[in-house]
């Protein structure tokens, strides 16, 4: 079956810039995860959702980042007035709950000019 | 969560077996040890899990010794295509949706 989607997969957005990016979870799957990877890093995380519930947003870096799966499905990470320090790769994961293994999404490479 | 050390890279060549050894001293009772493998522009993937002893499936080990302050991935056998960076992550499962906390991983090239 198909795996963990993400769109764009790369997108350039000047400084200032509001950001939209997309994931499709594995249907079926309850969890949903963002992280944020930087160059040469190891993935850093941002926020996860249990259905459409959104139960830990402590990795969001600042309130310009927003998250949401309202239908408990498809959701998308937000960034407002994007900065340099936004540029990294965001990944998407999710799996049938806290006890099973991620799968993740090929990410979306963001670079803010 | 429990903080890892890995090397931050190995080298290997063709058809050795290549070990990876993680320290995680401060792992908690609840905690579990996982291993993750990621490819140049790709997402991470699961690789094994486990909680203490030998942990055996068809792409590798896990040798977690009895205070569980380590943990060895071992790789029968590697080939080009395992050159990818290896991440061990130490946490609760159950703690707010098993939500990963990767540190810098370890770097493997595998060379002809």
């Known amino acids: 079956g198909a795996g963990v989607s993400q769109s764009p997969r790369y997108k350039v957005a000047k400084r200032g810039q509001d950001v939209a990016l997309r994931c499709d979870p594995i249907s079926g799957h309850v969890s949903l995860f963002w992280y944020q990877q930087a160059l040469g890093q190891g993935p850093e995380f941002l926020t996860y959702f249990q259905n459409e519930a959104q139960l830990d947003k402590s990795g969001l870096p600042s309130d310009r980042f927003f998250a949401e799966r309202p239908e408990g499905s498809v959701s998308t990470l937000k960034i407002q007035r994007t900065q340099q320090e936004d540029s990294a790769v965001y990944l998407c994961?999710?799996?049938?709950?806290?006890?099973?293994?991620?799968?993740f999404g090929p990410g979306t490479r963001l670079t803010v000019t | 969560l429990a903080k890892t050390t890995q090397p931050i890279s190995m080298d290997s060549y063709e058809g050795q077996e290549v070990n990876i050894t993680c320290s995680h001293n401060n792992i908690a009772t609840n905690d579990y040890i996982t291993w993750y493998q990621q490819f140049p522009s790709q997402g991470p993937r699961f690789i094994i899990q486990?909680?203490?002893t030998k942990v055996t499936n068809e792409v590798a080990s896990l040798f977690i010794p009895a205070d569980r302050k380590s943990s060895t991935l071992s790789l029968p056998r590697v080939s080009l295509s395992d050159t990818a960076v290896y991440y061990c992550l130490v946490g609760d499962r159950n703690n707010q949706g098993g939500k990963l906390i990767f540190g810098q991983g370890t770097e493997l090239s595998v060379k002809p």
């Open positions: 994961a999710s799996n049938l709950g806290p006890l099973y293994e991620q799968y």
């Open positions: 486990g909680y203490k």
